[in-house]
C-alpha cells in the first residue's frame, strides 16, 4: 500500500524559494503506473495542483505556476521534489503530494496523499 | 480558464441523501473525480471516472454524469460523512481543475 510523506521548511521568506521533497514508500516511484504529482491548500480555501512527474523526469505544470515551478524525481531515494521560486504570502499553504494516476489522455486522478505539510511565507 | 462549479454548501439530516454537484463546460466529454476532505485530513479519493468507487470506500457513495453535471450522492447520510468534497476534472489541455468545494454538513 502506498504511502507518502512530505518534508521541507515550514517557514520561508517572501521573494525565496520554498523546496519540499515527498518519500514515497509501499511502492517503487520508478513504477510504470504512475505519476506524482503536488497539489496545494491556502488555509480556508480549495485545492490547487501545481504539477505532475513521471520516474523518467516528464513534467507537466499548471500554467498559472509554471514559471515559477520545479517538480524533480531522485529514484535511488524513493523520492521527489518540489521548488516553487519567488514566493509570496499568496502561496502560504499546506502542500500535499500524492500518486498520480493517468489512465488515459485527460483522465488524472489522485490516490493516496499524503498527510500535508504547511509553508508559511512570511519575513 | 476551464472552472468546475460546486455549491458552498449542503445539509441533509441523518438517513437522508445527500446530492452534491458541480458543473463544467467539459464534462460531457471529460470525467470527474471526487474527493472527500475532513477538518485537518488529506482529500481521499471516494468517486473516480464519474462513478467508478474506490476499492474501501463504502457503497452507499455513488457517482453519476448527466450533459455538463456531475453528482456525487451519498445514500443514508451518516454522521461520519460531514466533510468537504471536492469534485476535479482536466481541461483539454491537460491542466487539472477542482471545484471550489462544497461543505456537506450532517444537521
Known amino acids: 500500500q502506498l504511502q507518502l510523506q512530505e518534508s521541507g521548511p515550514g517557514l520561508v521568506k517572501p521573494s525565496e524559494t520554498l523546496s519540499l521533497t515527498c518519500t514515497v514508500s509501499?511502492?517503487?516511484?520508478?513504477?510504470?503506473?504512475?505519476?506524482w504529482g503536488w497539489i496545494r491548500q491556502p488555509p480556508g480555501k480549495g485545492l490547487e495542483w501545481i504539477g505532475s512527474i513521471y520516474y523518467s523526469g516528464s513534467t507537466y505544470y499548471n500554467p498559472s505556476l509554471k514559471s515559477r515551478v520545479t517538480i524533480s524525481v531522485d529514484t535511488s531515494k524513493n523520492q521527489f521534489s518540489l521548488k516553487l521560486s519567488s514566493v509570496t504570502a499568496a502561496d502560504t499553504a499546506v502542500y500535499y503530494c500524492a500518486n498520480t494516476i493517468i489512465a488515459a489522455r485527460l483522465e488524472v486522478w489522485f490516490d493516496p496523499w499524503g498527510q500535508g505539510t504547511l509553508v508559511t511565507v512570511s519575513s | 480558464s476551464y472552472e468546475l462549479t460546486q455549491p458552498p454548501s449542503v445539509s441533509v439530516s441523518p438517513g437522508q441523501t445527500a446530492r452534491i454537484t458541480c458543473s463544467g463546460d467539459a464534462l460531457p466529454k471529460q470525467y470527474a473525480y471526487w474527493y472527500q476532505q475532513k477538518p485537518g485530513q488529506a482529500p481521499v479519493l471516494v468517486i473516480y471516472?464519474?462513478?467508478e468507487r474506490p476499492s474501501g470506500i463504502p457503497e452507499r457513495f455513488s457517482g453519476s454524469s448527466s450533459g455538463t453535471t456531475v453528482t456525487l450522492t451519498i445514500s443514508g447520510v451518516q454522521a461520519e460523512d460531514e466533510a468537504d468534497y471536492y469534485c476535479q476534472s482536466a481541461d483539454s489541455s491537460g491542466t487539472v481543475v477542482f471545484g471550489g468545494g462544497t461543505k456537506l454538513t450532517v444537521l
Open positions: 471516472k464519474d462513478s
Open positions: 509501499g511502492g517503487s516511484i520508478s513504477s510504470s503506473s504512475y505519476y
